[in-house]
């Protein structure tokens, strides 16, 4: 009896201690399902587009990027910025080599069908620019036999493209903003389509030898996409720290800083 009663207290005791064991590994496994909140999501962006996104000193400003910071530390996830051209931005999330966008880009249909988009950020609409000296292109209806410069990928190209053929006009695509621009001072090209805040701020900060021309050709309103059907988690942190930012002033505050009042 007195054997089996040790034998016992023996395998009872073992039985705790691998509880307990067993106790502290799930804790651990608690801890290392949470490191999600540790995960840094990429962010493509364009930094060719002030006062949304551009480079100074060194230093990513703009906009967007004072946005998605804001969001981010707001919400409480980490973000990693990755510039590069417009265009590719799209491609780049499909390649699972982004998780997010922020860069100016228009919420339209097509783009619907590959990425989600969080509430609107920013109204924007696009807009006929020439030179200074052009008064004969006031509308769309003018650019007949005409040369279109456009920004690859953005939706100013996408109009151009729409309605290059009914309308008799000849479209150019560049990479950047500054080559479009300089293509239309040169005269090389008639006229540009190029979005409303993105073209006042522009002239505003420098005699581009360019002006806006006629009413905007459209409302397009600016959104933060995500690939569509995935990190629905951090989309949906997104529009609460968009919403979160409104109701505080941040939002405000940060248009005032580079669009003033």
Do not use: W
């Amino acid at each position: 009896m007195k054997k089996f009663s040790l034998l016992s207290l023996f395998l009872i005791l073992s039985l705790l201690l691998a509880a307990c064991g067993t106790s502290k590994n799930e804790g651990k496994s608690g801890e290392g399902s949470s490191a999600e909140d540790s995960k840094v999501y990429k962010v493509g962006v364009d930094t060719t587009y002030p006062p949304f996104e551009f480079e100074e000193n060194g230093e990513y400003k703009g906009i967007d990027i004072e946005l998605i910071n804001a969001i981010a530390e707001s919400q409480g996830f980490k973000i990693e910025l990755n510039p590069m051209d417009f265009g590719g931005i799209i491609p780049a999330m499909q390649a699972n080599q982004l998780d997010i966008a922020i860069a100016g880009m228009s919420i339209t249909e097509e783009r619907k069908k590959i990425v989600d988009f969080a509430e609107p950020y920013f109204d924007a609409g696009i807009t006929l620019v020439v030179k200074k000296d052009n008064s004969d292109i006031t509308t769309i209806d003018d650019l007949k036999g005409k040369t279109v410069a456009v920004k690859n990928g953005t939706s100013g190209a996408l109009f151009a493209q729409q309605n290059a053929d009914s309308k008799g006009f000849k479209v150019v695509q560049f990479k950047d903003s500054p080559s479009m621009f300089q293509e239309v001072a040169n005269g090389n090209a008639d006229a540009l389509i190029e979005d409303y805040p993105v073209i006042a701020y522009a002239i505003a900060q420098k005699d581009l030898g360019l002006k806006i021309t006629g009413e905007r050709l459209n409302d397009d309103k600016y959104g933060i996409a995500v690939l569509k059907g995935k990190n629905q988690d951090v989309l949906e942190k997104i529009n609460k720290g968009l919403a979160e930012l409104k109701e505080n002033g941040k939002y405000d505050e940060i248009l005032k800083t580079y669009l003033g009042e």
